[in-house]
Each structure stands twice: as structure tokens, then as C-alpha cells.
């Protein structure tokens, strides 16, 4: 997601250990931010995609987002 800019900003650190804990730290909040999108679009989109028991699949789903975003930080 934050991938080439994680990076960058990883080799142009002075102290790697803060830099790194800020990449995390900017991950999740990006994920928990997306996460929660989706979370209050889940309805919404069921219904657009013409299957509303998608809701609960999508909201189970956004529980993973922000999982998965700090897994792309590591």
C-alpha cells in the first residue's frame, strides 16, 4: 500500500527504529481507516452489488483490513 514510500523514507532515516515504528504507526492507521470505510459502506455496497447477505461478509472482511495493512508494514 505505502510500499516505495515506506522505503524511501526508511533509507533517508537517521534512527531507523523511530522510522520504523512510524511506518507501522501510518499502516494501521491507513487500515483501520479503510477498514472502518468498509465497514460503514458494507450495506451499501451489498445492495449495489444486488446480494444483501454480502453485508456480513464485508464486515467480517474489515476486521482483516487493518491486519493486513500492518502485515504490508513488516
Known sequence: M????????LSEAEDSAEAEGVVV????????AAGLLLALAAGSLATLLGD???RR???IFSLDVPLFALGQAH
Open 2 to 9: 505505502l510500499g516505495r514510500a515506506a522505503l524511501q523514507f
Open 25 to 32: 504507526r501510518i499502516h494501521l492507521v491507513a487500515g483501520c
Open 52 to 54: 444483501p447477505s454480502l
Open 57 to 59: 461478509h464485508l464486515l
